[in-house]
């Protein structure tokens, strides 16, 4: 069991930290190059050399002006048990033939003790540029760490986000079910699909493993295989139902359904066929859960069918039952939930699936993961794309909220600058562009990077939250954005700045950098 | 270790088959329903009856008319290895509380001893409607399998058709590597694209993980963050390199590479630096591997590049150095690689990430499992929509092939009919359209279901091949297409057809069926 100092100096120990959830998840999952420059590092004896690293993306996805940050704990999982075993060592061996006996020793050695990862709490609510993992230690680890990284919180953190903008158009009354394990990239496409959907707030899934791995509620509907596996009621073997408090039983429930079906010969669709089992399993004492619409025009189904159900209540008196549950599924996505709503419906579940899970309208998020700084220098990124042009320097970074309660701005300072102050009025400028400014005088100001993995420092580390807590605080999150950085057409942009003192360094360091791969 | 029966009747011991790649993939990586409905089939006293479920697609996905088959191999490995642990159990009985006692002895003794699984071999080219996958069991087994197999074939069916895409565009003597892991949706999204690009036509993968599960050839560029951790040349401390037969040692490499570097001082740009290193290099018997391009007009660059390694090849009698490989990648695309044909370029080799991996265009392939037989009676699903109407019975399927080798139609046949047969007039149907037929000579018939799991039948196994023999199945079989089945813009659709016998059941069943739902 490790052993972290606590912030009063004294050590204690802390609750161990698991594998990463999928064991596939070990170092060798990383580019090759990450191992060639590793040993281009230990080669020109660089290896040990301190870096800082920041892990961001560059765009929200989705047309949207807001993304959901998760994967950090499987990233924390992967560097709390970072180490090559000896397989590991044997293949190294066999990919780089020429390398010397002596790094594969210095690989056998490696592991994170030494790595300091400062991070967002995971289930935040975050934007553009600003660092949501940044990793500091021996500049050959830190590269190695790049891949798995950024793969853990590329995908994490889309489907989340595509979770949480499908919860927006929803709305908050509405049970989410995610149904998108068949059509997931891969098994763990679905696994943690079933997560992050949960951590953006889906209420459930259908994935079995993922409800065992996670204790995320499972829901379900039923398969039409179920239906056409029968070729005619006649087939139906077991006639009996003992009701629900065990008292008597129904010796042919067929016929009790058929009674009440003559009852509501009305219209002709699966409407009454249900309602009719529905009377008669409530006469027995059971009640029926609902329906499920998986084709055909759900808005106008799903009205009609809560009209059947109000009817049957009222002609029948069988109280609540005009509430009975309406489900849909049928290649849902944020366009046709948004649609629902514009037409009127009367659906209170929604299974979703492929466009969930796979987030089709984009695929992919871009993180990136860039040298900031090595050696206490600070680095940039240069690009004619100013976009791509990384911000330089070990950083903090603070969120900034007015007197409503809602975040104002982003701001990133050096690391040595006095931190943002209550009631203090503050200058935040737009990271590359001069002519954008603003004074800011927050009421509220929250640190964003905390540390999950203090290495071989003294600082006190973030507990690894459960997944409800970090569901919690992405709900409470979203809570806290303005409406208009929310909505679907034509959102407003967060702002996110750079303090003057680090605006000023940037410039200067963009003026006074050489193109990159320049030996003269 | 298990035993098969052999083809003779005499058995023998098999090669044992592995538990699926990912660890995650057990029985419980399943929908909820499956269990839901696998629990009503046994209540119902229907779960041993035996039912055949057909896995197909309905739609070639990016906008083409072929789709390359993958997936097998991890459906069979999860079957030979299916049963459920004490533990899954116990999570099964939290899950559903109400079930009897007797329903969880019955999952406890599942296993797929009894199912019989007929396929399609990996890495064939496929089409619509056409059952990729047969499977026969007792209902409520095979209803489990239904997620964890679509599941399994939907992503790795669909990014293998992505690869077999982007290498149809790229030509035949491009290398081509997947670049894709940190953009994958998940870490086995990552080790599946990876090993399904290879079966699809790739040459090599970045990802070292997979590159030790599957053994397929790793190959890397460099990282950026290697050349900005240099501040300057001045910090290059260990100057010396020995030649590479050892005889000599040149104490100053990076004087060297500048007086190579002024012979050459023309071009502002990296183009003489990497020279300059390379000769250099090659001055002391190494060989530079060559250069990868990574953003800007890359059609220009590489002809530039070319132009230069040509010229520095004359200028110094450097023989070969003019066919220094360029490598390029950079957000590359099906799209991109076709625009670089059109405008002429020479780059040898193109790493591709995120569009290939993420199947950025169509991020889903739509399989389907669904009921076609079950006691022997066959079962057809209707749909208002006829693309979604499924095609009934327990199949055979034929590709036939026409004089030049090339394919020219599928037919499914009743299991009992008559096989087709080579020089054979046949009548191949449409399966709904009534006009649309035609008589083939075939000059070649291929069985394409073929037995990978016996159960308890007598059949013989197929073994499950190498990837590297799938990968070559592919290939082969992309040859064997006719070019205009293959052609991005306005591809012809191959035939996909039924016999004259199935043709008449189908539509015998169509109209002697009742809506499904109704009890009456």
Redesign the interface.
């Given at each position: 069991m490790e052993t972290i100092p606590k912030e009063n100096g004294s050590t204690t120990a802390a609750t161990p930290i698991r594998a990463?959830?999928?064991?596939?998840?070990?170092p060798?999952?990383?580019?090759?190059?990450?191992?060639?420059?590793a040993y281009?590092?230990w080669?020109?004896?660089?290896h040990l050399?301190r870096?800082v690293?920041d892990l961001y993306f560059r765009k929200n996805p989705f047309g949207g002006e807001y993304t959901v940050f998760a994967g950090l704990e499987e990233c924390i999982r992967l560097i709390a048990n970072f180490h090559f075993k000896k397989d590991?060592i044997s293949?190294?061996r066999s990919?780089m033939p020429n390398c010397e006996d002596e790094f594969f020793e210095y690989l056998t050695q490696i592991d994170c003790s030494d790595v300091e990862v400062y991070a967002i709490p995971e289930g935040s609510v975050v934007f553009p540029k600003v660092p949501l993992i940044r990793i500091e230690g021996p500049?050959a680890v830190v590269?190695l760490l790049?891949?798995?990284f950024?793969?853990?919180v590329?995908?994490?953190s889309l489907?989340a986000t595509n979770a949480a903008r499908h919860r927006f158009v929803a709305g908050k009354d509405k049970m989410l079910m995610e149904?998108g394990?068949?059509?997931?990239?891969?098994?763990?496409?679905?696994?943690?699909a079933s997560k992050y959907c949960y951590i953006g707030g889906f209420d459930a899934t259908?994935?079995?493993?993922a409800?065992?791995l996670f204790g995320i509620p499972?829901?379900?509907?039923?398969?039409?295989?179920?239906?056409?596996?029968y070729?005619s009621?006649d087939e139906?073997?077991?006639k009996s139902l003992r009701s629900h408090d065990g008292s008597s039983t129904c010796m042919d429930f067929l016929t009790l359904?058929?009674t009440w079906?003559s009852k509501l010969q009305v219209m002709r669709s699966?409407i009454p066929?249900f309602c009719?089992v529905a009377l008669a399993l409530n006469d027995l004492g059971y009640t029926a859960s609902g329906i499920r619409l998986d084709?055909g025009d759900l808005a106008y189904l799903s009205t009609e069918a809560r009209n059947f159900f109000l009817s049957v209540e009222k002609e029948f008196n069988k109280s609540g039952f005009g509430k009975m549950a309406v489900t849909a599924s049928n290649d849902l996505n944020e366009e046709t939930l948004d649609a629902l709503n514009k037409q009127g419906h009367e659906i209170d579940a929604f299974g979703i699936g492929?466009y969930l899970v796979?987030?089709?309208t984009q695929?992919?998020?871009?993180?990136v993961f860039?040298?900031v700084e090595?050696k206490d220098?600070p680095?940039i990124?240069l690009?004619e794309d100013v976009t791509k042009v990384s911000i330089p320097c070990k950083k903090r970074c603070f969120r900034l909220y007015g007197k409503e309660g809602y975040a104002l701005v982003d701001i990133m300072t050096g690391e040595d600058e006095t931190p943002p102050k209550v009631g203090q009025r503050l200058l935040c400028r737009h990271p590359f562009n001069e002519s954008k400014r603003a004074y800011v005088v927050p009421q509220c100001v929250e640190e964003l990077l905390r540390c999950y993995w203090p290495g071989s420092s003294n600082k006190p580390r973030e507990e690894l939250p459960s997944l409800n807590k970090v569901r919690e605080r992405c709900m409470q999150q979203l809570e806290q954005m303005r409406s208009d950085h929310m909505r679907r057409l034509n959102p407003t942009p967060y702002k996110v700045s750079v303090s003057a003192k680090l605006y000023d360094f940037i410039h200067f360091l963009w003026l006074s950098e050489a193109p990159?791969?320049?030996?003269?």
């Open positions: 990463a959830t999928n064991p596939m998840v070990t060798l999952l990383t580019d090759l190059y990450q191992f060639t420059m281009a590092y080669k020109a004896g660089k050399e870096a690293f590991d293949f190294m990919v500049v590269q790049e891949t798995p950024v793969n853990l590329n995908y994490a489907v149904f394990l068949r059509r997931a990239q891969g098994p763990d496409g679905g696994i943690s259908s994935n079995v493993a409800g065992n499972l829901r379900g509907t039923h398969s039409h295989a179920f239906v056409s596996s070729m009621p139906i073997v077991v359904v058929r079906l699966g066929n009719a084709s492929t796979t987030c089709y695929a992919a998020l871009g993180c860039k040298l090595i220098q680095r990124k690009s990159v791969g320049e030996l003269q």
